[in-house]
């Protein structure tokens, strides 16, 4: 007895401090609290991207006694798929296994039906699912989260250190079959919200952007699409599309990528209201200076033509953008020179990575004047031989309609904080690229390309535009300008702005591989129709009204 | 003086004075070899005559209230441990948390009711109930083999399953072997050396009684059996060689039954590496070390245990110590051991100070089975000995072990209560 009495002691004294932390160990865990993640805004305050209750449904199989009716309740609440419940069938036969997941992300409320059953071996832990309350609206910008809650792509990755919250820690008991005693919980350090994002986007806009995309591109049979409307003053992106046929299911939908700002490509005739506007703001032309242009020239190895044949003819600086004439552009790029010429494209924001600095976001190409080789030192001055993304290509445009100043796009207008703290972003950086009268000047020569040259159906009644058309030929993945069946690919696109005497908002649809044989395939009957579309949301939406007075077509 | 004396020195003196009407006042020995000789049929015939008449009791003596609070003490803390360490787990298994407790206070209801009756009957009455209750417990003790009614617990086939009771027939066995051995030993006091007639029976009914247990797989109900036979032989004063051979035999046969299978040889000996087999072999006894850990000096409150969550094994029936140590910390086990050192004190000296020879018998078997009991129980859970699946007394849930307990306390009281009483 006296024994007995002393082996306890020793026990309860000397020895205890290991054996009580390994008690310790063996019945508390401690579980991550994960801080709640920020909600995604538009500008207007609707919720884009949000995290909501959700659980994790897992399965100890050592510890359940009745499988099959364990399972059944399970696939009764949650509606496994077939194979899932058979796999969790043999899991809780072989007992071999301590954890088995049974479903992610399932609803909260399914969670707690399963958990009042309190059944042996099955665990329902707290998770979060990242929701999209407009459906996929915007999802290619606001990008996705991985099972986790980690960003993973898009502005959810970009601000993932923003929008995770801080994980807090909880300890509590266990019985040995994994169970929580009920009331051990106790949270040894509360988690911390992230922070909300708000974007410039609108999801209205957004919305219909992506909408009348997804209606063109399946119309024409193109393999899709993109568009950005950004604010001419603030840069501030109100959306920004893309869409693109599914290569296996063939629909087409509004895609995970952001291929606005990923994807670069050589912007064609559009890159000429850099050309022209730059020689203008330098003084080298004016919009009456005239060219004698014929209709194709051997420029270094390559005899470049005009897209159609017309005799050698006088043109006016104006002309040749509303015509969109490649020799005439190349007259006026000769006029600078190239290295000139190759500063302004860089003052426009083509080369470098937009301040957005979204993930995957590509820098385009533009070459320094000396390594251009060949023919490609005057087809820059058209847009072939340069690369750029759609993201920058808005941007660059925007400067015109911007009286030339170039103006950064920016899609975080503010964050909100846990404490709910509104923090604006900092406005645009903005930097002056070409002078105001020869923005005034190129605005005045891209109105008339709406009103009376490539670009026509951009027209809306009621209100002056001012754009311009671009058909590009799109480099295959073979490195030649030619697909599989040596048809040309295309990429078409158009970027305008409004109300042309007052620019608001700039706009630029592309359609990627519009179809090579119909009529189509052009920056005017595919893009521009497009935007012609999108105007009369934009004008409601942002509230733009027409100044009585202005130019319309008719007048001019 | 009488305190320095030794609990041998105070028997021998206790026989001394039994015997002094009919033996000359030399010295113990000459008078137990005289005593050997000279048969003394009239206290025998006199004990089977004992009438039935209405007692006549003077007022309790102090160890009679003793052992009194001692068991009320023992059975309380009992009941509120076994609600503590039973309650989570049965609830976890979807029954009431009050279900284990509410079997074991009806039990200790149905315990104290005997205990009480028991206590006012005069022991000596039980003498009569040798031969059927010797016959009964052995019967009771095939029970568990019977299909239909018998269950194995953990290898030890040791219960009967009747309805929504379950009883260890073993307990009551223990109970006989007790009054068994008492009355044989009372009856041969003159012949306490005589192969045959005495050393042989009770050699016997030791065998009998373990190995019945042992037939059940069950080693540590054996090993109470042989500590009560030879209790009740060393207070009767057995000479040493015959209680040696009883040793040594009695050992031999618990090292044969252990060393006869591997997996209890394995279990038998995982105690002395506790830590190594904490996963498998000593799983029980190292969770059990993990709770006694966790009490330290205060202990973590009553309710305050984690072990009993699940993860110690018998947390309310054999390990309840654990528990107990777990939620009363070194306080509570000090109680505890303390109690049982009390309890056993109290049965001996009641033993020592008893005028009637099976009343002395009585109470030292009985002191010896509670000792006992609760050192394989202790020993086996602080890990000093092998885990048997012993209950401990008064504590563990278990009914045929509380109600059993609580008889043997009510017949000690009845010795206590009559200590000064001559034989009728």
Redo the contacts between chains.
Sequence with gaps: MVGIIVRVGFLQTTEAGSLRSAGTDQWTRSIELPGQRGTVFDRHGNELAMSVPAVTVSINPKLIDNGPATVQMLDDLLGLPDDKVNELLADIERKDRGFVFVKRQADAAVGDQISAMRLAGVNVDRESRREMPGGETGRSVIGTTNIDGVGISGLELQYDGMLAGTGGEMRREVAPNGRSIPGSETVTQQPVSGNDLVLTLDRSIQYSTEQVLLEKVSEIGARGATAIVVDTDTGEVYSMASVRQNDESGAYEVTSGNYAAVDAYEPGSVAKVITISSALSDGLVTPETSYLVPWRKQYYDDLLTDSHQHPDEWMSVAQILTESSNIGTIMVQQEMGRARHRDYMAAFGLGEKTALDFPGESTGILKKAKDLWGSERVTVAYGQGVASTSLQLVAAINTIANDGVYVAPKLVKSTVGPDGEITDTPPSASHRVVSEQAALQTTEMMRNVVCNGTATRAKVEGISIAGKTGTAYKAADNGTYFDENGDRIYYASFVGFFPADDPQVTVLVSVDEPPASTTDRFGGTAAAPVFAELVPTLIHELGIAPNPGAPTCDAG | MSSTLTVADRRRAALERLHAPDAAPRGAVDRRRAALRRPVPQVKRAVERAPRERETLGPPPGTYYAIAGVVTVLVMLGLVMVLSASA?TEA?LGHSPYRVFGKQAMWAAFGLVGLVMVARVPYRSWRRMVIPLGLLSAAAMAAPFAPGIGASVNGAHSWVRVGPLSVQPSEFLKLAVVVLAAELLTRRRDQLTDRRGTLLPIGLLAMFGAGLCLAQGDLGSAVVLGAIVFSVAWFAGVPVTPLAVMVVSAAGAALLFVVSSPRRLDRFTAFMNVSGEKDHLAYQTYQG?????????TGSGIGGS??K???LPYAHSDFIFAVI?DEL??VG??AV?GG??ML?GLGVQTALATSDRFGMLLAGGLAAWF?VQ??VN??GV???MPVTGLTLPFFSAGGSSLFVSMIAAGLLLSVARRVNSTPA
């Design positions: 989570v976890n070390f993990l709770s006694m850990a966790s009490g330290g000096i984690k072990g969550l699940g993860y140590a910390g070194m086990t000090i051991i049982f050192i056993v000792g609760a050192i202790l020993g602080t890990g000093l």
